[in-house]
């Protein structure tokens, strides 16, 4: 079945080290998205990417990183410069006609 | 856009009644707009759009309506069933996609 495919689940970090969290899709979606959510809140825009090679940041991109070398794949990697990265992190994946997300990831840090 | 992360309002609904959950979007440029769904622990799961050119769009128990003057959404559920509990964002699209702060719904049996 086409769809969206975040991992790990769970995710703990020691402090001061870099994680990266992997998002797949096979629904041939050109755009793809990070978002990260607090407890009881909304979900804030940390990277975006419409389009292999090019990616955008978003309201909340300081400590994060991605990459998009394939149409598929849209790593988010949390690096020791985010200050608090306990989150829970969902992928999306859209066209003009739809986005669908991951099941997400949430990471701690230990 | 000032319409992320911020904390949850809430709406609580007798079973069998209508809810209306109402979201401000920020970006008078957003062409296209999502209402979603989100169970605790989960991804949002979609439940109706609509795009810049309609004021009002009907699905299965669900109605979008649209005022692009005032930059509002408002999702309007019939029936509210227990099922519907949960958290709902609205979403605006333009180069990117924004969230709307969200409203927790409670479903009262």
């Known amino acids: 079945d086409g769809g969206i495919t975040q991992s790990p689940k769970y995710l703990f970090r020691k402090e001061g080290q870099n994680v990266t969290l992997s998002c797949e899709q096979n629904?041939?979606?050109?755009?793809m998205y990070w978002y990260r959510q607090d407890p009881g809140q909304g979900l804030r825009l940390i990277y975006y990417?419409?389009?292999?090679?090019?990616?955008q940041k978003g309201d909340i991109a300081e400590g994060y990183s991605v990459s998009r070398e394939k149409k598929e794949s849209f790593p988010l990697t949390v690096t020791s410069a985010q200050k608090n990265p306990t989150a829970f992190y969902l992928c999306?994946?859209?066209?003009?006609?739809?986005?669908?997300f991951g099941s997400g990831t949430r990471l701690t840090v230990v | 856009g000032e319409s992320v992360g911020l904390h949850l309002p809430t709406l609580s609904v007798q079973e069998g009644d209508n809810s209306i959950i109402n979201c401000a979007y920020s970006?008078?440029?957003?062409?296209?707009f999502i209402w979603y769904k989100q169970e605790s622990g989960k991804g949002p799961q979609f439940i109706i759009d609509?795009?810049?050119?309609?004021d009002k769009r009907q699905g299965q128990r669900v109605t979008v309506l649209l005022n692009k003057t005032v930059k509002h959404l408002s999702l309007q559920i019939a029936a509210t069933q227990p099922g519907d509990s949960a958290v709902y964002f609205c979403a605006e699209i333009f180069n990117d996609m924004r969230f709307g702060a969200g409203t927790r719904l409670t479903v009262k049996p």
């Open positions: 999306a994946s859209g066209t003009l006609n739809g986005y669908t």
């Open positions: 609509i795009r810049s050119n309609m």
């Open positions: 990417s419409q389009i292999v090679n090019d990616f």
């Open positions: 970006n008078s440029a957003s062409d296209y």
């Open positions: 629904l041939n979606h050109d755009a």
